[in-house]
């Protein structure tokens, strides 16, 4: 399936106002993924969003809401794909801009916590999904994990030639420090804003020491090195 994935939350369209009992005669998939991200808050996931409520607030009729998604269900998966295409470009620009791998360590993760300061709702609902949403949903953000994890494995190659530090398993080094900063991401959303700079700190020191653990193994030439 094909999406037209914004850079980031900003760029989304926000639906019109419907004045009286009239309804919108056309309305396009990015009007409904509006309607959607302003139905969702810090504490509503989006398992929670109904077919109807969706379409109220986007001024159309139920019946038009399958005009561009089959179910609602479609609707939550298109949002988990842009969330984690969203994220990855951003952690992206943050790894480019980083040269030593202790800079790149410090620009990724820092570049995650502040979107979670900034209340992106897309990266809010890739994190609460993994956890509370169907399996169906559940898939959706596995699989953008796996991007994540892919990228950061060829980043983890490419340091470690460049440094000569060697690297044990690079897939599970990958998906360790994925997992992690998700799972940590996941509890820093409802941390109060004082608060995130020391967490921030915290994750880093976390990565720094599963790259220290693949690089001693490798090292140490355990299997798999």
């Not at 038009?64 to 269900?73: A, G, L, M, V």
């Not at 994890?149 to 998906?175: C, F, M, Y």
Request: no cysteine.
């Amino acid at each position: 399936m094909s999406l037209n994935v914004p850079a980031a939350l900003n760029d989304l369209p926000v639906p019109p106002a419907v004045s009286g009992p009239g309804r919108k005669a056309v309305i396009s998939r990015d009007d409904i993924i509006a309607a959607a991200l302003k139905l969702l808050g810090p504490h509503r996931s989006v398992s929670s969003l109904s077919l109807r409520e969706v379409a109220r607030e986007a001024g159309i009729a139920p019946n038009s809401f399958y005009r561009q998604f089959r179910d609602i269900d479609e609707l939550a998966v298109t949002l988990i794909d842009m969330a984690g295409a969203s994220l990855r470009q951003i952690i992206g620009r943050a790894r480019k801009r980083a040269r030593a791998e202790q800079s790149v360590v410090n620009s990724s993760v820092e570049a995650f916590m502040e979107q979670l300061q900034a209340d992106d709702k897309l990266l809010h609902i890739l994190l609460r999904e993994g956890t509370v949403g169907s399996d169906a949903f559940k898939q959706a953000v596995d699989r953008q994990l796996n991007f994540f994890e892919e990228e950061l494995r060829l980043d983890l190659i490419r340091l470690a030639r460049a440094g000569r530090t060697g690297l044990h398993e690079p897939a599970l080094t990958a998906k360790a420090i994925t997992r992690l900063v998700f799972a940590m991401g996941a509890s820093a959303m409802d941390l109060p804003p004082e608060k995130l700079p020391e967490f921030t700190q915290q994750v880093i020191v976390m990565v720094r020491m599963i790259i220290t653990g693949t690089q001693t193994m490798a090292a140490q030439g355990k299997p798999g090195a």
